[in-house]
Protein backbone atom coordinates (compact mmCIF):
# COMPACT_ATOMS: atom_id res chain seq x y z
CA UNK A 1 0.00 0.00 0.00
CA UNK A 2 1.30 3.57 -0.88
CA UNK A 3 0.07 6.94 -0.10
CA UNK A 4 0.76 10.30 -1.68
CA UNK A 5 0.48 12.92 0.87
CA UNK A 6 1.75 16.55 1.04
CA UNK A 7 4.20 18.30 3.58
CA UNK A 8 6.01 21.66 3.57
CA UNK A 9 4.27 22.28 -0.08
CA UNK A 10 5.17 19.62 -1.78
CA UNK A 11 4.03 16.21 -2.67
CA UNK A 12 5.42 12.46 -1.92
CA UNK A 13 4.73 8.79 -2.78
CA UNK A 14 5.34 7.11 0.66
CA UNK A 15 4.97 3.34 1.93
CA UNK A 16 5.95 1.73 4.51
CA UNK A 17 9.75 1.38 5.51
CA UNK A 18 10.62 4.84 3.29
CA UNK A 19 13.06 7.27 4.48
CA UNK A 20 12.08 10.32 3.24
CA UNK A 21 13.69 13.97 3.53
CA UNK A 22 10.68 17.04 4.40
CA UNK A 23 11.15 20.46 5.25
CA UNK A 24 11.79 21.17 8.65
CA UNK A 25 8.92 20.04 11.54
CA UNK A 26 8.29 20.80 15.23
CA UNK A 27 8.91 17.63 16.24
CA UNK A 28 12.37 15.72 18.41
CA UNK A 29 14.58 12.34 17.26
CA UNK A 30 12.42 9.47 18.33
CA UNK A 31 8.81 11.63 18.42
CA UNK A 32 6.24 9.64 16.33
CA UNK A 33 4.25 11.96 13.85
CA UNK A 34 1.55 12.01 11.84
CA UNK A 35 1.13 13.89 8.02
CA UNK A 36 -2.67 14.43 8.11
CA UNK A 37 -2.86 15.89 4.63
CA UNK A 38 -3.10 12.54 2.39
CA UNK A 39 -4.13 12.81 -1.49
CA UNK A 40 -4.60 9.50 -2.43
CA UNK A 41 -4.04 6.11 -1.53
CA UNK A 42 -3.32 3.18 -3.68
CA UNK A 43 -2.75 -0.36 -3.22
CA UNK A 44 -5.77 -3.08 -3.87
CA UNK A 45 -7.72 -0.43 -4.93
CA UNK A 46 -7.00 3.20 -5.18
CA UNK A 47 -8.54 6.14 -3.62
CA UNK A 48 -8.52 9.90 -4.66
CA UNK A 49 -9.31 12.86 -2.11
CA UNK A 50 -11.30 15.79 -3.02
CA UNK A 51 -8.76 17.22 -2.55
CA UNK A 52 -8.02 15.15 0.82
CA UNK A 53 -8.95 12.01 2.39
CA UNK A 54 -10.84 12.32 4.96
CA UNK A 55 -9.57 10.17 8.23
CA UNK A 56 -6.30 9.17 6.27
CA UNK A 57 -2.64 9.24 7.64
CA UNK A 58 0.91 8.59 7.43
CA UNK A 59 2.67 7.59 10.54
CA UNK A 60 6.58 8.30 10.78
CA UNK A 61 9.60 8.15 13.30
CA UNK A 62 11.36 11.45 13.60
CA UNK A 63 15.26 9.94 12.70
CA UNK A 64 16.95 13.29 12.90
CA UNK A 65 16.81 16.85 12.36
CA UNK A 66 19.61 17.49 9.01
CA UNK A 67 20.55 19.82 7.32
CA UNK A 68 20.44 19.65 2.62
CA UNK A 69 23.59 19.83 0.85
CA UNK A 70 24.65 23.76 0.53
CA UNK A 71 22.95 25.75 -2.72
CA UNK A 72 24.93 28.74 -4.01
CA UNK A 73 23.00 31.06 -5.64
CA UNK A 74 24.12 34.44 -7.52
CA UNK A 75 22.51 37.32 -6.58
CA UNK A 76 22.50 40.78 -8.32
CA UNK A 77 20.20 43.75 -6.88
CA UNK A 78 18.43 46.10 -8.84
CA UNK A 79 19.38 49.41 -9.85
CA UNK A 80 22.51 49.12 -8.33
CA UNK A 81 25.51 49.37 -11.22
CA UNK A 82 27.71 46.18 -10.40
CA UNK A 83 26.64 45.19 -7.37
CA UNK A 84 26.71 41.63 -7.01
CA UNK A 85 26.92 38.78 -4.89
CA UNK A 86 26.36 35.08 -4.47
CA UNK A 87 25.24 33.53 -1.23
CA UNK A 88 25.28 29.66 0.00
CA UNK A 89 22.38 28.02 1.99
CA UNK A 90 21.89 24.47 3.38
CA UNK A 91 18.02 23.83 4.09
CA UNK A 92 17.13 22.36 7.28
CA UNK A 93 15.25 19.52 7.07
CA UNK A 94 13.83 16.64 9.22
CA UNK A 95 14.61 12.71 8.65
CA UNK A 96 11.47 10.64 9.27
CA UNK A 97 10.97 6.64 8.31
CA UNK A 98 7.25 5.78 7.43
CA UNK A 99 5.85 3.34 9.98
CA UNK A 100 2.37 2.71 8.84
CA UNK A 101 -0.47 3.96 6.21
CA UNK A 102 -3.57 4.52 7.85
CA UNK A 103 -6.14 4.63 5.26
CA UNK A 104 -8.97 5.69 7.76
CA UNK A 105 -9.14 6.59 11.68
CA UNK A 106 -5.99 9.15 11.70
CA UNK A 107 -8.23 11.66 13.38
CA UNK A 108 -8.86 9.55 15.94
CA UNK A 109 -5.33 7.81 16.77
CA UNK A 110 -3.97 10.55 19.17
CA UNK A 111 -0.64 10.66 17.40
CA UNK A 112 1.16 14.08 17.48
CA UNK A 113 0.35 15.92 14.07
CA UNK A 114 3.94 17.07 11.85
CA UNK A 115 3.53 20.59 11.75
CA UNK A 116 6.31 22.69 9.91
CA UNK A 117 8.63 24.53 12.18
CA UNK A 118 8.52 27.55 10.44
CA UNK A 119 4.53 27.39 11.03
CA UNK A 120 5.15 27.15 14.56
CA UNK A 121 7.47 30.36 14.81
CA UNK A 122 4.70 32.58 13.25
CA UNK A 123 1.67 30.89 15.32
CA UNK A 124 3.80 31.98 18.33
CA UNK A 125 5.08 35.80 16.58
CA UNK A 126 0.94 35.93 16.23
CA UNK A 127 0.06 35.11 19.65
CA UNK A 128 2.53 37.08 21.34
CA UNK A 129 1.26 40.50 19.31
CA UNK A 130 -1.91 39.70 20.10
CA UNK A 131 -1.53 39.48 23.63
CA UNK A 132 0.01 42.78 23.45
CA UNK A 133 -2.09 45.01 20.73
CA UNK A 134 -2.02 47.88 22.39
CA UNK A 135 1.21 48.18 23.40
CA UNK A 136 2.24 46.92 20.19
CA UNK A 137 0.52 49.95 18.30
CA UNK A 138 1.93 52.51 20.70
CA UNK A 139 5.22 51.17 19.91
CA UNK A 140 4.72 51.68 16.36
CA UNK A 141 3.38 55.37 16.58
CA UNK A 142 6.12 56.20 18.72
CA UNK A 143 8.51 54.75 15.94
CA UNK A 144 7.27 56.71 13.49
CA UNK A 145 7.13 59.73 15.28
CA UNK A 146 10.89 59.53 16.16
CA UNK A 147 13.61 57.03 15.15
CA UNK A 148 12.27 55.19 12.43
CA UNK A 149 14.10 54.91 9.02
CA UNK A 150 12.78 55.17 5.91
CA UNK A 151 12.33 51.49 5.16
CA UNK A 152 11.15 52.00 1.04
CA UNK A 153 14.75 53.18 0.24
CA UNK A 154 14.99 49.19 0.70
CA UNK A 155 14.55 47.25 -2.61
CA UNK A 156 10.72 46.63 -3.55
CA UNK A 157 9.29 48.09 -0.41
CA UNK A 158 6.39 50.47 -1.02
CA UNK A 159 4.36 52.33 1.55
CA UNK A 160 2.21 49.51 1.79
CA UNK A 161 4.87 46.74 3.52
CA UNK A 162 6.82 49.52 5.26
CA UNK A 163 3.38 50.00 6.86
CA UNK A 164 3.24 45.61 7.45
CA UNK A 165 6.66 45.44 9.07
CA UNK A 166 5.98 48.57 11.17
CA UNK A 167 3.14 46.91 12.48
CA UNK A 168 5.16 43.63 12.98
CA UNK A 169 7.65 46.03 15.30
CA UNK A 170 10.68 46.40 12.32
CA UNK A 171 11.32 50.60 12.19
CA UNK A 172 14.85 50.64 11.04
CA UNK A 173 17.44 49.41 9.34
CA UNK A 174 19.75 47.70 12.12
CA UNK A 175 17.19 45.38 13.17
CA UNK A 176 17.23 44.83 9.55
CA UNK A 177 20.52 44.55 9.54
CA UNK A 178 20.47 42.16 12.46
CA UNK A 179 18.28 39.54 11.24
CA UNK A 180 19.23 35.63 11.75
CA UNK A 181 18.51 33.10 9.19
CA UNK A 182 15.69 31.73 11.70
CA UNK A 183 14.28 35.54 11.48
CA UNK A 184 14.06 35.77 8.12
CA UNK A 185 12.15 32.67 8.13
CA UNK A 186 9.61 33.81 10.79
CA UNK A 187 8.96 37.02 8.74
CA UNK A 188 8.39 35.20 5.15
CA UNK A 189 5.94 33.56 6.62
CA UNK A 190 4.16 36.64 9.14
CA UNK A 191 4.13 38.97 5.91
CA UNK A 192 3.58 36.06 3.46
CA UNK A 193 6.52 36.92 1.15
CA UNK A 194 8.45 33.79 1.03
CA UNK A 195 12.02 34.24 -0.31
CA UNK A 196 11.69 38.32 -0.98
CA UNK A 197 14.07 38.89 1.21
CA UNK A 198 17.08 36.77 -0.19
CA UNK A 199 16.39 37.92 -3.27
CA UNK A 200 16.43 41.67 -2.69
CA UNK A 201 19.19 41.45 -0.77
CA UNK A 202 17.31 43.41 2.51
CA UNK A 203 19.98 42.14 5.24
CA UNK A 204 23.11 43.57 3.31
CA UNK A 205 21.22 46.71 1.99
CA UNK A 206 20.02 47.39 5.45
CA UNK A 207 23.77 46.97 6.75
CA UNK A 208 24.87 49.25 4.36
CA UNK A 209 22.16 52.06 5.27
CA UNK A 210 22.14 51.58 8.38
CA UNK A 211 26.23 53.29 8.35
CA UNK A 212 25.23 56.06 6.67
Not at 6 to 24: C, F, I, N, P, S
Not at 62 to 91: A, N, P
Not at 141 to 161: F, I, R, T, Y
Amino acid sequence: MFAVMKTGGKQYKVQAGDMLRVEKLAADAGETIQFNEILMLGGDETVVGAPLIEGAGVQAEVVDQIKGEKVTHFVKRRRKHSSKRTKGHRQKLTLVRVTDILSSGADKSGVKAAVGAGSVAAVAVAATEAKKPAKKAEAAKAASAEGADDLKKLSGVGPALEKKLHAAGVTTFAQVAAWTDEDVAAMDEQLSFKGRIEREGWIEQAKELAKG
